[in-house]
């Protein structure tokens, strides 16, 4: 079995590949980068980047909801030393995203060594691949030095893409294209410069955390085209969906049957009424999302971390947990309509950042540092240096810009487009239109007009125009699972001499 990228996601499926008694007879893993098992988002950087999800949404183990905190305190324990990441508002604890790239680190070598234990062949190849082709019924994956390796399973694990570029401000002094690793890139910014950042999500309040603590006082602007802030995480309730869940729709799936958004709406109005949520508290905070004023909607909701009312915390959950079992259901034109009017809003409310941040960035906009530019139109680099900004309120001057909007919408990261170009050269993958490649919702397996294939899988943000909220580490260990069972099972079948590795879609 091959593994095409080393991040979180690689994580999850060895995790779940071990803890199998079956495994595969080899476990390869390509990747050239750095940081192995770390990705671009917990590679070694400023404490002050936390993680924005609690410890039972960050363990890489399936079924073991306390598997990231047990490590957490163990690690405590060893050290002799004391948590300073509890959040004070919600009482979550938010580790530094560096320190869960440790957990990564440590999780991958486990799993590992299980799958070694077990009487897998593991190697690991730090070279990037480029190419994959069918060759006599077998994988062959050819890195950039032209070796070859000879495959049963590939699993495309590529991660997530750089920034957009939407200006075209590429090379342009003072435009910093991508702002990972914080302390380095971040490092040239002066601590009066005029600051603005490309973007208002959780990227952008990185970079607005970053800046505070660094003593930068210049004025700093979140301009997008729309201004909405991600929503603020509240204190935790006890909740277990009994009716927006994940096996109801692989039930109807199974059936062949469909659902329409009025229908899953209906299904959560039922799931929220049940827990004693009113259901016009959802839908006010989902119309407000692009309407309200950032600082004010910030305000408000930093206020609401208390708040008994469970139904924002039964969204957060059931997008996650259960939104990629309704995508498939919903007929096309009610995912456009969704993806079009709500998904920005949905979003930010179902990827919260935790109080303190929010609290952080409402002192900075109350003390005049901090400000949020809704309609965004234009940056231009200025013709005596600088970017001329251009907005719905007139035009103002910057001296540095740093980008923190999305990758592009085709989703295939620059490292990985030779590797994608060759497998749609040859049929073997197809873009999907939203982004990515088609995969199938059960296995994950890449869909061409052929079929679903059961040799080539695609685990991340590369599957995210089939899939919904495809890059959530519980997203990822769900999607892990359900590839390493779908190996599991073409193994199987080819023990008993099946050659055919399509099969209908």
Do not use: K
């Not at 509890?86 to 680190?105: K, M, T």
């Not at 609401?304 to 059931?318: E, K, N």
């Amino acid at each position: 079995m091959g593994i095409v990228g080393g991040g979180a996601s690689a994580v999850c499926l060895l995790d779940a590949l071990s803890r199998h008694e079956d495994v595969p007879r080899s476990v390869t893993v390509f990747d050239p980068s750095a940081h192995l098992w770390r990705g671009r988002a917990y590679q070694p950087d400023s404490a002050v980047l936390r993680v924005n999800a609690p410890p039972e949404d960050m363990t890489v183990r399936a079924g073991d909801p306390a598997h990231f905190a047990r490590w957490l305190t163990a690690r405590e324990v060893v050290l002799g030393a004391q948590p300073d990441h509890v959040d004070a508002r919600s009482g979550i604890p938010f580790p530094p995203r560096a320190l869960y790239g440790d957990y990564l680190e440590q999780c991958a070598r486990s799993a590992l060594t299980r799958l070694a234990a077990l009487g897998s062949r593991i190697q690991l190849v730090r070279e990037a691949v480029t190419e994959l082709v069918r060759e006599d019924g077998s994988l062959l994956a050819y890195t950039a030095d032209r070796a070859a390796f000879a495959l049963d399973h590939v699993v495309l694990c590529v991660g997530t893409g750089v920034p957009a570029d939407p200006h075209g401000l590429a090379g342009a002094p003072g435009f910093v294209a991508d702002p990972y690793p914080v302390v380095r890139q971040l490092a040239g910014i002066g601590q009066r410069d005029r600051v603005v950042v490309l973007g208002s999500g959780l990227t952008a309040v990185d970079v607005v955390l970053s800046l505070t603590a660094a003593g930068h006082t210049g004025e700093v602007v979140l301009a997008s085209r729309r201004g909405v802030l991600p929503g603020i995480r509240q204190r935790p309730v006890e909740h277990e969906l009994r009716f927006f869940t994940a096996a109801h729709f692989r039930t109807m799936a199974a059936r062949g049957e469909r659902l329409s958004l009025d229908e899953a709406v209906a299904l959560m109005r039922t799931e929220l009424s049940a827990a004693g949520s009113r259901f016009d508290t959802v839908t006010r905070e989902i119309a407000a999302g692009g309407a309200e004023e950032p600082v004010a909607r910030l305000r408000r909701q930093l206020g609401m971390v208390d708040d008994p009312d469970p139904g924002l915390r039964i969204l957060q959950r059931a997008v996650p947990d259960t939104g990629p079992d309704v995508w498939p259901l919903l007929p096309e034109q009610d995912r456009t309509r969704l993806l079009r009017d709500h998904y920005r809003t949905i979003m930010s409310l179902c990827c919260p950042m935790p109080p303190a941040s929010a609290a952080t960035l409402l002192q900075q906009a109350e003390s005049g540092r901090l400000h949020v530019l809704r309609g965004l139109e234009r940056i231009d680099p200025g013709p005596a240096g600088g970017f001329r900004v251009r907005g719905g309120d007139g035009v103002r001057h910057a001296d540095v810009v740093v980008n923190a909007v999305s990758p592009p919408a085709h989703r295939v990261p620059p490292a990985a487009a030779a590797l994608i170009d060759s497998l749609t050269g040859r049929g073997l993958a197809s873009r999907h239109p939203r982004g990515g490649l088609a995969v199938a919702r059960a296995t994950s397996g890449l869909r061409t007009g052929g079929g679903t294939d059961r040799r080539i899988y695609a685990l991340g943000d590369l599957a995210a125009g089939s899939l919904f909220f495809t890059f959530g580490v519980p997203s990822l260990v769900d999607r892990a699972v359900d590839i390493a069972d779908a190996v599991r099972r073409d193994a199987a079948r080819s023990t008993v001499g099946s050659a055919d590795s399509m099969q209908p879609v």
